[in-house]
């Protein structure tokens, strides 16, 4: 099980989304990191051929996808950024939908509409309508319609957008569990939730790839480089300048501060354990 992306265009108008795009999947969890605009729900997108590229190519063990059409398509389940349910539906009837227009036969739909239900912990409100749903309960039916056929890809596109610390806990759980004989790839803003679900990692920015490989591989890259400091207000304001600064905590007449770069002078700089938030600044993966 393979999913190659080689040298992916995409343009509009004289915008270029994604500019030679090029990495492998295989079976695991796979972080899509980089800030708004970076062309992640472009590329999400193409490989779920709900879009099309300018140039370039993604293959399936071996196959065009685009050539493959439904063939591919059965094989893959998709939740978009700005995913929707049906309101009037219920949970049952709108997972039935789904597996009609997904093509599963319809001796096999009953029993596998209750399998996902109970997969994503949904099966005490099947009969409820999902105008009803909290924001935690659609994500969860978003990812039950996109299993129900069983895909053998899963691309998840801002899948815990929205919820509390509970649900992303419990929705966490759920992906973790489908890693196991998947390809899945999810984008996310939140650093940490991919630090804890995904074993590998494809950075991009501005349209480019900046970094694909194992995700505690590409912490690594930025050990002996993350400190920690408490500094007056008046030396905040020049380290905020000079390095790239992770997080802040006031305290009182003091700041204590937390950057990645070189040892601040003037300061007592304590090194810090790594984490990819402190990657994704290093990297330059936001404005700071």
């Known amino acids: 099980m393979e999913l190659q992306v080689e040298q992916l265009y995409k343009s509009y108008g004289k915008?270029?989304?994604?500019?030679?795009?090029?990495?492998?999947?295989?079976?695991?969890?796979?972080?899509?990191?980089?800030?708004?605009?970076?062309?992640?729900s472009t590329l999400m997108r193409i490989m779920s051929t709900v879009d099309f590229p300018t140039?370039?190519?993604?293959?399936?063990?071996?196959?065009?996808?685009?050539?493959?059409?439904?063939?591919?398509?059965g094989?893959?389940?998709?939740?978009?950024?700005?995913?929707?349910?049906?309101?009037?539906?219920?949970?049952?009837?709108?997972?039935?939908?789904?597996?009609?227009?997904?093509?599963?036969?319809?001796?096999?739909?009953?029993s596998r509409i209750a399998e996902v239900l109970e997969f994503v912990n949904l099966s005490?409100?099947?009969?409820?309508?999902?105008?009803?749903?909290?924001?935690?309960?659609?994500?969860?039916?978003?990812?039950?319609?996109?299993?129900?056929?069983?895909?053998?890809?899963?691309i998840?596109?801002?899948?815990?957008?929205?919820?509390?610390?509970?649900?992303r806990i419990r929705f966490s759980n759920i992906i973790s569990d489908m890693g196991k004989d998947k390809i899945v790839l999810l984008s996310t803003h939140i650093v940490s939730d991919i630090e804890a679900i995904a074993n590998n990692l494809v950075v991009v920015k501005k349209g480019t790839v900046l970094k694909t490989g194992n995700v505690d591989e590409i912490i690594q890259i930025v050990k002996g480089r993350v400190w920690?400091?408490?500094?007056?207000?008046?030396?905040?304001?020049?380290?905020?300048?000079?390095?790239?600064?992770?997080?802040?905590?006031?305290?009182?007449?003091?700041?204590?501060?937390r950057f990645v770069g070189e040892q601040y002078p003037g300061a007592e700089n304590r090194e810090a354990e790594p984490t990819l938030e402190d990657y994704y600044i290093f990297a330059g993966g936001v404005n700071v």
């Open 15 to 40: 915008k270029e989304a994604l500019q030679d795009v090029s990495f492998t999947l295989k079976k695991g969890i796979y972080g899509l990191l980089g800030e708004n605009g970076a062309g992640k």
């Open 228 to 257: 920690e400091t408490v500094v007056s207000h008046e030396v905040y304001q020049k380290l905020r300048v000079e390095r790239a600064v992770i997080h802040l905590k006031q305290m009182g007449k003091e700041v204590q501060v």
């Open 75 to 110: 094989k893959i389940g998709y939740m978009p950024q700005n995913y929707s349910v049906y309101p009037g539906f219920t949970a049952k009837d709108f997972l039935e939908y789904m597996g009609v227009l997904k093509g599963i036969p319809k001796e096999k739909l009953k």
């Open 156 to 167: 998840l596109d801002e899948p815990t957008a929205g919820l509390d610390p509970t649900e």
């Open 55 to 73: 140039k370039g190519m993604i293959r399936y063990d071996g196959e065009n996808i685009f050539t493959l059409d439904e063939k591919y398509r």
């Open 124 to 154: 005490d409100v099947a009969g409820k309508k999902v105008k009803t749903f909290s924001g935690g309960m659609k994500r969860r039916i978003g990812i039950a319609q996109a299993i129900i056929n069983e895909p053998e890809i899963l």
